[in-house]
Every structure is written in structure tokens, then in C-alpha cells.
């Protein structure tokens, strides 16, 4: 990979990683109100306890999802530092320019990431 390659890798990886704090932020922000301010709004704690329940749920599910590909995205950055990245952690062939295009954290090349999601 060339050096103006890795560069814009860098740049990718550097503003996926403001947007996924953003997310992060925002999740955790709208997921602090307590019960008790939900249960303000119109309509009372006992007619939505199951909408703010399963709001809530979901809410913490997208911020732990963020949360992991956070640490992706720090790992990839981590790989650029080191010279690795780019390098399947499994065979250590490319990963692949089109694969870290759309998924510029991918640490497995196509076939060994087919591999590993198959169980």
C-alpha cells in the first residue's frame, strides 16, 4: 500500500471514529433520563413502562455495537502505527483496498472473515 494510500486510510479511520463518539454520545445522552422523568410525559409510568423498557434496551444495544466498533477503529489505527495494516491478522495476505473502502477496520481478508463468521 502506498503512502498516500495509508494517508487516506488514516483520514477514513480518523473521522469514522468522530462519528461513532458522536453516536456513542448521543446514545448515552438520550438513554440518561431516568425513569421517572419517562414516566412524566403524557400517558403515565404504567401505560409505556414496555415502550420505555424496550427503548432502553435497544438504545444500550446500539451503544455497546458503537462501542465495539470503536475499538475496532482504534485497533486499525493502532495496525497504521505499526505498519501492519492492511494485513489479514489470520494468513497475512492484503485484506484488500475494496474491502477497507467499505470497512476501513476490517483486520481479516475476505475469505477468512467468511470463514470466521461461519462459526
Known sequence: MTPQELGAFHEM????????????TSLH???????????AES???????ASITFERELEEGLEEAAVQTLAQIDRALERLAEGSYGICERC???VG???LHVRPWAT??????RLADRG
Open 92 to 94: 497475512g495476505k492484503p
Open 108 to 113: 481479516l481478508c475476505i475469505q477468512d472473515q
Open 97 to 99: 483496498s475494496e474491502r
Open 13 to 24: 479511520l480518523d473521522l469514522e471514529r468522530k462519528r461513532v463518539e458522536g453516536a456513542i
Open 43 to 49: 400517558g403515565g409510568l404504567g401505560a409505556d413502562t
Open 29 to 39: 445522552d438520550n438513554g440518561s433520563r431516568g425513569l421517572e422523568d419517562e414516566g
